[in-house]
């Protein structure tokens, strides 16, 4: 897929999957939001890569996905992609299952994609 010049949102992308998928579409051209949690970290990465800037927000709070949506469209005045690497995992017997820790770890990696995505379609 020729990326070049397609606006591209990558969540999660302070670290692991997320941060190797930015380096990877910044290489190929992309313009890029990076969005996660850590202001500086992304703040850092985009004085690195080429055509990309930060948008901190925290996928699981509806109300920060959307103004990560609209702060891209603003900046970019358009998405092409998204990408949702954002998450988290989970191991834990079932009895031994934290049921405050597993809805937030849902919001993170059902409900923030599920909303992100609405959010994008639409543009």
Request: glycine share 6%; hydrophobic share 45%.
């Given at each position: 897929m020729n990326v070049r010049d397609r606006v591209v949102i990558v969540t999660g992308a302070s670290s692991g999957i997320g941060l190797a998928t930015a380096r990877l579409l910044a290489k190929q051209g992309a313009k890029l939001a990076l969005v996660s949690r850590s202001k500086e970290r992304l703040e850092q990465l985009s004085g690195e890569l080429p055509n990309s800037f930060a948008v901190p927000a925290d996928m699981t709070k509806v109300f920060e996905i959307e103004r990560m949506i609209t702060e891209t469209v603003e900046?970019?005045?358009?998405?092409?992609?998204?990408?949702?690497?954002?998450?988290?995992?989970?191991?834990?017997?079932?009895?031994?299952?934290?049921?405050?820790?597993?809805?937030?770890?849902?919001?993170?990696?059902?409900?923030?994609?599920?909303?992100?995505?609405?959010?994008?379609i639409p543009s």
């Open positions: 900046h970019f005045r358009r998405i092409d992609v998204l990408i949702n690497c954002a998450g988290q995992g989970y191991d834990a017997p079932v009895e031994k299952t934290n049921v405050d820790t597993f809805h937030r770890i849902f919001d993170l990696d059902v409900v923030g994609p599920l909303v992100a995505m609405q959010q994008v």
